[in-house]
């Protein structure tokens, strides 16, 4: 039972990052279940949302834990949070592609986490001399964000191979575009 749930959650992130009108039917296909199967979780659309919101923001973060950002050198860390990121990609699609996704469901996004393992990764960069110490973390944290979200999205278009994007991100984060 757990499973199916679980099959219904990603499914309704990954199907909802990419369209915010998608209908139960459409997550119940996508999660290979029938609607009726849906129902029996999820009574209706918001519940799932609100289950789906509360689901990804959890992923979300065990995927950055387990990416043990206070381990190894911050670049090395900095690869696995990357590798991280575009391991739940579809999740954040949806949680940060509508900036009223989490609010309308019960997570305040204007609240700060009471720690932050990014920006203390990437203050620890900053303090090692690895990371530019000229610009916030706040901005290096949003370049972050941006690149994944643009690596989320030139995978799902197929310009770039899930294998790889994270190649792709790293190498765009770490020396930008000049050569």
Do not use: C
């Not at 972050?144 to 979200?149: F, Q, R, S």
Request: charged share 25%; no cysteine; proline share 5%.
């Amino acid at each position: 039972m757990e499973r199916t749930r679980s099959a219904i959650l990603a499914a309704a992130a990954s199907v909802l990052a990419r369209d915010r009108t998608a209908t139960l039917p459409e997550i119940a296909k996508a999660a290979g279940v029938g609607r009726t199967t849906v129902h029996r979780y999820f009574p209706d659309r918001d519940t799932l949302i609100k289950a789906a919101v509360e689901d990804s923001v959890e992923a979300i973060g065990q995927a950055i834990a387990e990416a043990q950002l206070d381990e190894g050198t911050p670049v090395e860390a900095l690869h696995r949070l990357v590798t991280a990121h575009l391991h739940v990609g579809d999740r954040l699609v949806f949680l940060f592609n509508d900036p009223h996704i989490m609010r309308n469901y019960g997570v305040s996004p204007d609240e700060p986490p009471e720690e932050d393992p990014v920006l203390d990764l990437i203050a620890r960069g900053q303090q090692e001399g690895v990371f530019d110490s000229h610009v916030s973390p706040q901005w290096i944290r949003h370049v972050l964000w941006a690149l994944v979200y643009t690596g989320i999205e030139e995978v799902n278009r197929g310009t770039i191979s899930r294998h790889g994007v994270a190649a792709t991100v790293i190498r765009t984060l770490e020396r930008g575009i000049v050569t």
